[in-house]
């Protein structure tokens, strides 16, 4: 089978009433400066503000659903070795069945310790407080990684993205370094496939843009994968 790696952005979970990060009107940030909630900095500054804004996305991620765009996905399971990369925090790739995620920034239904790192579970009827612990007594914190923090997996999504015989990028800006930067990492006879309603690629790779939303767009890309496997 073919390896399908497919790099996703915020575009293919708004459809299901997720906030993007980058809406200057109604977006995640909402009244809060990036720094004051995004950074560890801002941790440190004013740890209520940052658990009250992550509590709160966390609460709404319960309820949340797949939407067409993440079952296309994984019914592509199917025909190709499909492996996605994912700008995301939510859970809705796993939800609507993929089994091969990487998630770069972090995972919302999850928490750490802050000192060594270790991940939980995150329990969608609790909430985090400034004195919640884990086992070891080591502070938690949410399992997101912040802007100026190092991104653990994006090495390994280097290393999936030079593997890729097809590559597909679905609802982002490629404005994020580094995960912009993993399109350079694909081989130059590798096919690439943008869905997203914008231009947002005006790189040097030829790619096929279907011009659409993702529910719509990962429809037509469907098609036009079926073709190549």
């Known amino acids: 089978m073919k390896k ?8 293919i979970s708004a459809e299901s009433g997720i906030k993007t990060f ?6 995640l940030w909402e009244n809060n400066k990036i ?18 804004f992550y509590n709160s996305r966390h609460r709404e991620l319960k309820n949340a659903q797949p939407n067409d765009a993440h079952y296309i996905l994984a019914e592509l399971e199917k025909y190709f070795d499909v492996q996605i990369v994912t700008q995301n925090v939510d859970c809705l790739h796993e939800r609507g069945g993929s089994t091969n995620v990487l998630h770069l920034h972090g995972e919302l239904s999850k928490m750490r310790s802050n000192k060594t790192n270790k991940v ?14 884990a086992e070891d007594g080591t502070e938690l914190r949410p399992h997101i ?24 990028i679905i609802g982002t800006s490629l404005e994020v370094y580094p995960a912009s930067g993993l399109i350079d990492y694909v081989k130059k006879d590798v096919p ?12 040097f790779r030829k790619i096929t843009h279907i011009k659409n939303v993702a529910t719509k767009g990962v429809k037509e890309l469907k098609t036009k ?5």
């Open 35 to 52: 720094e004051e909630i995004a950074t560890y900095e801002g941790w440190i500054k004013n740890k209520q503000l940052v658990l009250d």
């Open 120 to 133: 939980y579970d995150w329990p969608y009827d609790t909430d985090l407080q400034i004195d919640s612990v």
């Open 145 to 168: 990684v912040w802007f100026g923090e190092n991104v653990p997996n994006m090495h390994k999504s280097y290393l999936i993205a030079e593997k890729a015989d097809i590559f597909v």
């Open 192 to 203: 690439i496939y943008l869905v997203n309603p914008e231009d947002v690629y005006d790189g």
């Open 22 to 27: 980058r809406d200057s009107v109604d977006g």
């Open 225 to 229: 994968l079926l073709e190549l496997s």
């Open 4 to 11: 399908l790696v497919i790099l996703t952005g915020a575009g």
